[in-house]
């Protein structure tokens, strides 16, 4: 026996269980730049990687917060590795505060400056992805209605990866220790570690 809801029509539980089934998530944790200087931090749960070549990555926002407006404005953002010894400090960076707070003082985080664009990155990050916009797309629902939903692409032009996790030439993703959001209030972290051959060679 299963439980089946219509989303539109409610789901009929104490909490919505959506993002607790589409789980574990890794966490964009974008910094951007304005014109005017402004910087700001803030986690998406909504973020990927979309294509391998040329690399390229994407968050979705509810609503156009600064994150977005910035990177339309700018037309780059730097997403950051949000490691599990940063994930009281990244929580930090997801509060409701003025345009024009920085959040990397408010989470004590230290900046460090990129290559190609002009956002900084979180200098304490395993790894980070500088970016140039390709594209901000708002989202519509199947009927057409359009939706204060945002979703920002962007081109990795550069990459920095912090030696530590460096091991014969790979980044060891399990001992930079990423945060995974899950549903609810919950976060996860990485359990072991298998590979797996494909079928095809």
Not at 56 to 77: C, N, P, T, Y
Not at 84 to 104: I, K, Y
Not at 142 to 170: C, K, M, P, S
């Amino acid at each position: 026996m299963t439980h089946f809801y219509r989303p539109e029509e409610g789901h009929g539980l104490p909490h919505d269980p959506f993002k607790a089934i589409v789980a574990p998530r890794p966490v964009g944790w974008i910094s951007t730049r304005g014109s005017d200087g402004t910087v700001n931090l803030a986690p998406y749960s909504f973020f990927n990687a979309v294509a391998g070549r040329p690399p390229i990555v994407m968050f979705s926002s509810d609503g156009e917060k600064d994150s977005v407006s910035l990177a339309r404005e700018s037309g780059e953002f730097v997403c950051n590795f949000a490691s599990a010894d940063l994930a009281d400090r990244m929580n930090r960076t997801s509060a409701s505060v003025p345009r024009g707070t920085s959040e990397f003082d408010l989470a004590g985080l230290a900046t460090a400056p990129c290559r190609i664009v002009a956002a900084p990155r979180v200098a304490a990050a395993p790894a980070a992805l500088e970016c140039v916009v390709t594209q901000i797309m708002q989202q519509h629902d199947r009927n057409g209605t359009t939706l204060d939903v945002w979703t920002v692409f962007g081109e990795v032009v550069g990459v920095h990866i912090a030696a530590a996790f460096l091991e014969d030439g790979r980044f060891d993703t399990a001992k930079a220790d990423p945060v995974m959001r899950m549903g609810y209030r919950d976060f996860g972290r990485l359990g072991p570690v298998f590979a797996l051959d494909r079928p095809d060679g």
